[in-house]
């Protein structure tokens, strides 16, 4: 009878980095951690800005709102990578033709290196007239206002968490002053306790809102995200 092997001759194929002089702890374990992540080999291997593009694939595979000839409005859009999904997914250069061809236009703080089908320009959308300045590149409403943005992290969980939901609930004013009746919000945030007043607000202006984690967010995290379907628009 064959003897079981030990697994001593097995190679292991996870990636370790040693600490290097002058890189703290923190960093040497994000960089192995970003080396033995599957979703970031595969965002190289299939073209993608960041892993951050499967969680938007994600989460379109399960409520279906990148559909073709959609406009779509990505707040926070560097690196590009959730642009990336939707100019594929709205048909945004026009390679299907029997189907419409939509729009995807990206803003953030900086500047974003171009990508074809998608429009992208420095605009900080908590700025006065932010929404009209959108709806006239859009040349009208947004079908779509997705937000993968994130507060600048403090070290502290709390108070973390209360800055990205704030970004959050400012991000919703604005797709709330964007959208078509029938639109669709889809956003970040961080669980903690106090986005319960966002999620009322949503409910209030959204036939649906549903909170998901998608597969290709970090179980360590505490992100989710946000999606709410079918604006019925601000009451008059």
């Known amino acids: 009878m064959a003897k079981k092997s030990s697994g001593r001759g097995r190679r292991d194929l996870t990636v370790k980095v040693k600490t290097a002089r002058g890189r703290k702890l923190s960093s040497t374990r994000w960089l192995q951690r970003q080396l033995n992540d599957p979703y970031v080999q595969r965002a190289r291997a299939e073209g ?26 990505d707040l926070g859009a560097a690196p590009g990578g959730w642009a990336q999904v939707a100019v594929r997914r709205v ?24 990508l074809p089908g998608a429009e992208f320009h420095v605009l900080d ?35 973390d968490h209360l800055r990205i939901v704030a970004l959050c609930e400012a991000a919703a004013e604005f797709a709330f002053d964007v959208l078509e009746p029938g639109g669709t919000f889809v956003a970040k945030v961080l669980s903690g306790g106090t986005e319960a007043s966002l999620q009322a607000t949503l409910k209030r202006r959204f036939d649906k809102v549903a909170n998901v984690k998608p597969p290709s967010s970090r179980a360590d995290s505490s992100e989710k995200f946000v999606v709410a379907l079918g604006y019925r628009g601000r009451p008059d």
Do not use: C
Not at 57 to 72: H, I, Q, T
Not at 129 to 157: E, I, T, Y
């Open 125 to 159: 959308f908590m700025a006065d007239g932010a929404d009209a300045q959108v709806r006239d590149w859009l040349g009208g409403p947004a079908d779509v206002v997705m937000s993968d943005m994130a507060a600048s992290a403090s070290g502290h969980k709390q108070t």
């Open 91 to 114: 048909n945004a250069l026009g390679e299907k033709a029997d189907k419409a061809q939509g729009r995807v236009l990206g803003i953030d703080l900086q500047e974003i290196e171009p």
């Open 48 to 73: 993608y800005r960041g892993r951050a593009a499967f969680k938007i694939l994600e989460l379109d595979d399960k409520y279906r709102f990148l559909v073709p000839g959609a406009r779509v409005v």
